[in-house]
């Protein structure tokens, strides 16, 4: 399959290929271990699904932000970005 039209990078790839890999891990977690929605941090009662896609989402946010407002490098921006993650699937 010829993919040049979308000028992949290792980057762009290592991206999608973590952003897919979180989907078979949450798929399989969901399947071992059946949800349950609880009320955290977070204001409002949420699910691990929810919980992820508010962290990638925010994610997006904090990436945007450091770009815009900061000469610092992006890994920084990630490694928050995955802290922040970690953070809300566990206390949100």
Known sequence: MNMEW???TPVT????T???LMLIG??????????VERK???PIVTTRGDRLFI???????????WVG??????????VL????????QRWG
């Open 6 to 8: 979308m000028a992949w």
């Open 13 to 16: 790839a290592g991206f999608f």
């Open 18 to 20: 973590v952003i897919v």
């Open 26 to 35: 949450m798929t399989i977690w969901e399947i071992k271990s059946p949800n």
């Open 40 to 42: 955290g941090v977070l």
């Open 55 to 65: 962290g990638l989402l925010s994610s997006a946010y904090i990436h945007l932000a």
């Open 69 to 78: 407002l900061t000469d610092f490098p992006v890994w920084v921006a990630t």
């Open 81 to 88: 970005s995955v802290g922040f993650i970690v953070a809300v």
